[in-house]
């Protein structure tokens, strides 16, 4: 059971490793083996199915499109992904991403729907993808955050 375990971790690791920085992933993966491992395990399975699951860029035009991930940084910014590139390696894992399309807020009050560098989120923002969040529609986030 353990070792099914490990492999599932790992997978979801090479999965995750384009959507989530660096330190946060190396942080999460040490977690898998303390005390509330099972809750990280969970969580890098069930974060790993949602990004291979996510509608490609362009697919929920003109919908009230759910937003699946959400990153966020210092001083309130935030972005909200509702699509994703396909760009997906030979060995069928989701390569690195180019642009997703989301939702962001860069200050209070201004935020608009635009393509997002998920490379330029990850190692220039100082994010963190939130591992609480629960999708919503980008409706409702728009009513929180205009």
């Known amino acids: 059971m353990i070792e099914i375990q490990m492999k599932q971790v790992t997978e979801a690791a090479a999965i995750l490793r384009n959507f989530i920085p660096r330190d946060e992933l190396e942080t999460i993966l040490e977690n898998t083996k303390g005390e509330e491992g099972e809750f990280f395990i969970n969580k890098l399975i069930e974060l790993s199915t949602l990004v291979v699951m996510m509608p490609k860029t362009g697919d929920t035009e003109g919908q009230d499109a759910m937003a699946l991930l959400h990153y ?8 909200w992904i509702t699509e994703i590139d396909r760009a997906i390696q030979s060995n069928g894992v ?15 009050g201004c935020g608009e729907f635009g393509y997002i560098s998920i490379a330029e989120l990850l190692t220039s923002r100082r994010v963190e993808l939130d591992l609480y969040w629960n999708p919503k529609p980008i409706s409702e986030i728009r009513e929180k955050h205009p």
């Open 72 to 79: 966020f940084g210092p001083g309130e910014c935030d972005w």
């Open 94 to 108: 989701p390569g690195p991403q180019h642009q997703a399309f989301g939702y962001a807020r860069m200050f209070v």
